[in-house]
Protein backbone atom coordinates (compact mmCIF):
# COMPACT_ATOMS: atom_id res chain seq x y z
CA UNK A 1 0.00 0.00 0.00
CA UNK A 2 2.56 2.89 0.82
CA UNK A 3 4.55 1.86 -2.45
CA UNK A 4 1.52 2.19 -4.08
CA UNK A 5 0.91 5.36 -2.75
CA UNK A 6 4.45 6.88 -3.16
CA UNK A 7 4.33 5.67 -6.94
CA UNK A 8 1.01 7.98 -7.16
CA UNK A 9 2.17 10.42 -5.17
CA UNK A 10 5.18 10.98 -7.38
CA UNK A 11 3.59 9.82 -10.98
CA UNK A 12 0.80 12.91 -10.60
CA UNK A 13 3.16 16.10 -10.82
CA UNK A 14 5.01 14.26 -14.09
CA UNK A 15 1.59 13.76 -15.71
CA UNK A 16 -0.22 16.07 -17.54
CA UNK A 17 -3.95 17.04 -16.39
CA UNK A 18 -5.76 15.15 -18.86
CA UNK A 19 -4.16 11.64 -18.25
CA UNK A 20 -4.23 12.53 -14.77
CA UNK A 21 -6.92 10.20 -14.44
CA UNK A 22 -5.12 7.50 -15.75
CA UNK A 23 -1.97 7.50 -13.17
CA UNK A 24 -4.44 5.51 -10.78
CA UNK A 25 -5.21 2.54 -13.36
CA UNK A 26 -1.14 2.42 -13.78
CA UNK A 27 -0.45 2.06 -10.33
CA UNK A 28 -3.27 -0.68 -10.17
CA UNK A 29 -1.68 -2.23 -13.06
CA UNK A 30 1.44 -2.01 -11.17
CA UNK A 31 0.34 -3.73 -7.82
CA UNK A 32 -1.41 -6.24 -10.00
CA UNK A 33 1.50 -7.66 -12.20
CA UNK A 34 3.02 -7.86 -8.87
CA UNK A 35 0.30 -9.82 -7.19
CA UNK A 36 0.42 -11.75 -10.50
CA UNK A 37 4.34 -12.44 -11.56
CA UNK A 38 4.13 -16.55 -11.55
CA UNK A 39 0.82 -16.34 -13.64
CA UNK A 40 1.43 -13.34 -16.20
CA UNK A 41 5.49 -14.94 -16.58
CA UNK A 42 4.29 -16.68 -19.77
CA UNK A 43 2.36 -14.31 -21.55
CA UNK A 44 5.41 -11.47 -20.19
CA UNK A 45 8.08 -13.99 -21.92
CA UNK A 46 6.09 -14.82 -25.27
CA UNK A 47 5.15 -11.22 -25.77
CA UNK A 48 8.79 -10.30 -25.36
CA UNK A 49 10.17 -13.08 -27.62
CA UNK A 50 7.59 -12.31 -30.32
CA UNK A 51 8.87 -8.34 -29.78
CA UNK A 52 12.92 -10.11 -29.99
CA UNK A 53 11.51 -12.31 -32.98
CA UNK A 54 10.29 -9.51 -35.19
CA UNK A 55 13.34 -6.39 -34.54
CA UNK A 56 15.74 -9.37 -35.31
CA UNK A 57 13.97 -9.94 -38.29
CA UNK A 58 14.73 -6.41 -39.80
CA UNK A 59 17.65 -5.46 -41.56
CA UNK A 60 17.49 -1.56 -40.68
CA UNK A 61 17.39 -0.97 -37.13
CA UNK A 62 17.10 2.63 -36.37
CA UNK A 63 13.98 3.87 -34.38
CA UNK A 64 11.44 1.53 -32.81
CA UNK A 65 8.53 2.83 -31.56
CA UNK A 66 6.57 0.73 -28.25
CA UNK A 67 2.79 1.58 -28.15
CA UNK A 68 1.27 1.03 -24.36
CA UNK A 69 4.64 0.53 -22.97
CA UNK A 70 3.11 1.06 -19.78
CA UNK A 71 5.12 -0.78 -17.06
CA UNK A 72 7.74 -2.14 -19.43
CA UNK A 73 7.02 -5.58 -18.15
CA UNK A 74 6.24 -7.55 -21.69
CA UNK A 75 8.83 -4.88 -23.67
CA UNK A 76 12.51 -6.47 -23.28
CA UNK A 77 13.53 -2.78 -23.57
CA UNK A 78 17.32 -3.35 -22.58
CA UNK A 79 17.71 -5.64 -25.68
CA UNK A 80 15.55 -2.88 -28.05
CA UNK A 81 18.08 -0.18 -26.65
CA UNK A 82 21.00 -2.29 -27.47
CA UNK A 83 19.13 -3.11 -31.19
CA UNK A 84 17.93 0.12 -32.02
CA UNK A 85 19.70 3.52 -32.59
CA UNK A 86 16.67 5.07 -30.84
CA UNK A 87 13.66 3.75 -28.59
CA UNK A 88 10.54 5.68 -28.46
CA UNK A 89 7.89 4.91 -25.76
CA UNK A 90 3.93 5.66 -25.76
CA UNK A 91 1.71 5.77 -23.31
CA UNK A 92 -0.74 7.79 -21.48
CA UNK A 93 1.29 7.53 -18.32
CA UNK A 94 4.81 6.72 -17.80
CA UNK A 95 4.63 5.55 -13.77
CA UNK A 96 7.73 7.61 -11.61
CA UNK A 97 8.87 3.51 -11.01
CA UNK A 98 9.53 3.03 -14.91
CA UNK A 99 11.10 6.72 -14.98
CA UNK A 100 13.22 5.67 -12.00
CA UNK A 101 14.21 2.26 -13.55
CA UNK A 102 15.12 3.47 -16.79
CA UNK A 103 17.37 6.20 -15.62
CA UNK A 104 18.97 3.61 -13.09
CA UNK A 105 19.69 1.58 -16.52
CA UNK A 106 20.87 4.58 -17.74
CA UNK A 107 19.00 4.13 -21.07
CA UNK A 108 20.32 6.90 -22.64
CA UNK A 109 18.65 6.22 -26.25
CA UNK A 110 14.79 5.81 -24.82
CA UNK A 111 12.49 9.03 -25.72
CA UNK A 112 8.78 9.27 -23.53
CA UNK A 113 6.15 10.56 -24.87
CA UNK A 114 2.76 11.14 -22.96
CA UNK A 115 -0.21 10.48 -25.18
CA UNK A 116 -3.72 9.45 -25.69
CA UNK A 117 -3.48 7.12 -28.61
CA UNK A 118 -7.69 6.09 -28.65
CA UNK A 119 -8.34 9.49 -30.39
CA UNK A 120 -12.23 8.94 -28.91
CA UNK A 121 -12.49 12.83 -29.41
CA UNK A 122 -11.85 13.01 -32.97
CA UNK A 123 -14.68 10.22 -33.14
CA UNK A 124 -16.79 12.26 -30.96
CA UNK A 125 -15.97 15.63 -32.96
CA UNK A 126 -16.94 13.80 -36.02
CA UNK A 127 -13.30 14.06 -37.33
CA UNK A 128 -11.18 11.48 -38.97
CA UNK A 129 -10.53 9.01 -36.45
CA UNK A 130 -6.44 8.48 -36.98
CA UNK A 131 -4.88 7.98 -33.76
CA UNK A 132 -1.78 6.69 -35.19
CA UNK A 133 -1.30 9.39 -37.89
CA UNK A 134 1.63 10.76 -35.73
CA UNK A 135 3.92 8.27 -36.30
CA UNK A 136 4.51 9.52 -40.03
CA UNK A 137 6.61 12.62 -38.11
CA UNK A 138 9.04 10.29 -36.95
CA UNK A 139 12.24 9.90 -38.62
CA UNK A 140 13.77 6.76 -39.28
CA UNK A 141 11.16 4.19 -38.13
CA UNK A 142 11.69 0.51 -38.70
CA UNK A 143 9.45 -0.65 -36.39
CA UNK A 144 5.86 -0.53 -34.12
CA UNK A 145 4.92 -2.70 -31.45
CA UNK A 146 1.52 -2.33 -30.04
CA UNK A 147 2.28 -4.27 -26.52
CA UNK A 148 -1.09 -5.52 -25.23
CA UNK A 149 -2.73 -1.99 -25.67
CA UNK A 150 -5.93 -2.46 -27.48
CA UNK A 151 -7.96 -4.06 -25.54
CA UNK A 152 -7.16 -1.51 -22.77
CA UNK A 153 -7.89 1.36 -25.42
CA UNK A 154 -11.47 -0.07 -25.98
CA UNK A 155 -12.19 0.04 -22.11
CA UNK A 156 -10.85 3.29 -21.77
CA UNK A 157 -13.20 4.07 -25.06
CA UNK A 158 -15.95 2.56 -23.31
CA UNK A 159 -16.45 4.55 -20.52
CA UNK A 160 -15.75 7.62 -22.11
CA UNK A 161 -18.43 7.20 -24.93
CA UNK A 162 -20.62 6.07 -22.25
CA UNK A 163 -20.15 9.02 -20.34
CA UNK A 164 -20.98 11.18 -23.26
CA UNK A 165 -24.16 8.84 -23.47
CA UNK A 166 -23.16 8.04 -27.32
CA UNK A 167 -23.52 4.71 -28.66
CA UNK A 168 -20.90 2.15 -27.63
CA UNK A 169 -21.98 -0.91 -30.07
CA UNK A 170 -21.65 1.62 -32.67
CA UNK A 171 -18.63 3.66 -31.71
CA UNK A 172 -16.17 1.11 -30.05
CA UNK A 173 -14.97 -0.58 -33.59
CA UNK A 174 -14.27 2.34 -35.24
CA UNK A 175 -12.06 2.72 -32.18
CA UNK A 176 -10.61 -0.45 -32.61
CA UNK A 177 -10.59 -0.31 -36.51
CA UNK A 178 -8.65 2.83 -36.27
CA UNK A 179 -5.70 1.55 -34.18
CA UNK A 180 -5.57 -1.31 -36.78
CA UNK A 181 -5.38 0.62 -39.79
CA UNK A 182 -2.80 2.76 -38.09
CA UNK A 183 -0.69 -0.12 -38.14
CA UNK A 184 -1.58 -1.75 -41.28
CA UNK A 185 -0.99 1.71 -43.31
CA UNK A 186 2.66 1.79 -41.90
CA UNK A 187 5.35 2.23 -44.32
CA UNK A 188 7.45 0.22 -41.75
CA UNK A 189 7.22 -3.50 -39.94
CA UNK A 190 4.90 -3.98 -37.35
CA UNK A 191 3.97 -5.76 -34.56
CA UNK A 192 0.24 -6.41 -33.14
CA UNK A 193 0.56 -7.99 -29.55
CA UNK A 194 -3.17 -8.24 -27.61
CA UNK A 195 -5.56 -9.94 -25.79
CA UNK A 196 -9.05 -10.71 -28.34
CA UNK A 197 -11.15 -11.82 -25.56
CA UNK A 198 -11.52 -12.92 -22.07
CA UNK A 199 -12.83 -16.17 -20.38
CA UNK A 200 -13.99 -17.02 -16.90
CA UNK A 201 -13.89 -20.22 -16.47
CA UNK A 202 -14.52 -22.43 -12.85
CA UNK A 203 -12.06 -24.74 -11.30
CA UNK A 204 -13.52 -27.61 -13.15
CA UNK A 205 -13.07 -25.88 -16.43
CA UNK A 206 -16.07 -24.88 -16.88
CA UNK A 207 -16.58 -21.82 -19.10
CA UNK A 208 -19.32 -19.30 -17.10
CA UNK A 209 -19.06 -15.88 -19.58
CA UNK A 210 -16.69 -15.00 -22.43
CA UNK A 211 -16.29 -11.71 -24.14
CA UNK A 212 -14.85 -10.56 -27.61
CA UNK A 213 -12.38 -7.85 -26.66
CA UNK A 214 -12.51 -6.45 -29.85
CA UNK A 215 -16.21 -5.66 -30.44
CA UNK A 216 -16.17 -8.12 -33.26
CA UNK A 217 -13.64 -6.24 -35.89
CA UNK A 218 -11.68 -8.86 -37.28
CA UNK A 219 -7.83 -9.35 -36.72
CA UNK A 220 -5.48 -11.80 -38.49
CA UNK A 221 -5.04 -15.19 -36.75
CA UNK A 222 -2.01 -14.89 -35.00
CA UNK A 223 1.62 -15.91 -35.94
CA UNK A 224 1.68 -17.09 -31.70
CA UNK A 225 -1.28 -17.65 -29.56
CA UNK A 226 -1.15 -18.32 -26.05
CA UNK A 227 -3.40 -17.49 -22.86
CA UNK A 228 -3.00 -15.19 -20.06
CA UNK A 229 -4.69 -15.62 -16.92
CA UNK A 230 -5.65 -12.22 -16.04
CA UNK A 231 -6.96 -13.01 -13.00
CA UNK A 232 -5.89 -15.94 -11.65
CA UNK A 233 -7.85 -18.02 -8.63
CA UNK A 234 -7.78 -15.88 -5.58
CA UNK A 235 -7.15 -12.85 -6.98
CA UNK A 236 -10.74 -11.67 -7.94
CA UNK A 237 -12.50 -14.72 -6.61
CA UNK A 238 -11.32 -18.23 -5.21
CA UNK A 239 -13.70 -19.80 -7.20
CA UNK A 240 -12.70 -18.74 -10.75
CA UNK A 241 -10.37 -17.28 -12.69
CA UNK A 242 -10.07 -14.86 -16.01
CA UNK A 243 -8.22 -15.81 -18.48
CA UNK A 244 -7.73 -13.82 -21.79
CA UNK A 245 -6.57 -14.97 -25.36
CA UNK A 246 -3.78 -12.93 -26.90
CA UNK A 247 -2.53 -12.99 -30.11
CA UNK A 248 1.00 -11.92 -31.94
CA UNK A 249 0.89 -10.71 -35.47
CA UNK A 250 3.93 -9.42 -37.30
CA UNK A 251 2.13 -10.08 -40.60
CA UNK A 252 1.65 -6.78 -42.36
CA UNK A 253 -0.20 -7.86 -45.80
CA UNK A 254 -2.43 -10.49 -43.38
CA UNK A 255 -3.15 -7.30 -40.92
CA UNK A 256 -4.08 -4.93 -44.29
CA UNK A 257 -6.56 -8.35 -46.04
CA UNK A 258 -8.70 -7.88 -43.03
CA UNK A 259 -8.81 -4.02 -42.73
CA UNK A 260 -9.77 -4.00 -46.77
CA UNK A 261 -12.37 -7.12 -46.04
CA UNK A 262 -13.74 -4.86 -43.18
CA UNK A 263 -14.38 -1.85 -45.72
C1 LIG B 1 -1.98 -4.05 -20.27
S1 LIG B 1 -1.04 -2.59 -20.25
C2 LIG B 1 0.28 -2.98 -21.37
C3 LIG B 1 1.43 -3.57 -20.66
C4 LIG B 1 2.76 -3.00 -21.08
N1 LIG B 1 3.03 -3.23 -22.47
C5 LIG B 1 3.87 -3.56 -20.21
O1 LIG B 1 4.84 -4.10 -20.74
O2 LIG B 1 3.79 -3.41 -18.98
C6 LIG B 1 -1.95 -1.45 -21.23
C7 LIG B 1 -1.25 -0.10 -21.34
O3 LIG B 1 -2.03 0.69 -22.24
C8 LIG B 1 -2.05 2.01 -21.75
N2 LIG B 1 -3.22 2.67 -22.34
C9 LIG B 1 -4.54 2.39 -22.13
N3 LIG B 1 -5.31 3.22 -22.86
C10 LIG B 1 -4.47 4.04 -23.54
C11 LIG B 1 -4.67 5.12 -24.46
N4 LIG B 1 -5.89 5.52 -24.80
N5 LIG B 1 -3.59 5.74 -24.96
C12 LIG B 1 -2.31 5.35 -24.60
N6 LIG B 1 -2.07 4.33 -23.75
C13 LIG B 1 -3.12 3.69 -23.21
C14 LIG B 1 -2.12 1.87 -20.25
O4 LIG B 1 -1.67 3.05 -19.62
C15 LIG B 1 -1.21 0.66 -20.03
O5 LIG B 1 0.10 1.06 -19.78
Redesign the pocket.
Known amino acids: MILEALNYAASWPLTSGPHRS?VR??VN?WSR?RRCAEAWRTHEEN?RAAILETAGRLKQRRTAVV?????????PIEALCKMFDTVVL????HLASVRGWLSLKRLRNVRLIE????GVDDLLAGRPCEPLSFLRQVPYLDLVVS???LS??GM?AARRIEAEGQNRQRLLPKVISAHLDGLAGLPCASLLLTDVSYRVIDRDGHVHEEFDLLRGVPVPLGKAEWSWPVSPFGEESADYQIVHRVIACNDQAALLSTRSAVV
Open positions: AYSLASLGSGLLRDVVDLVRDLAANLQIG
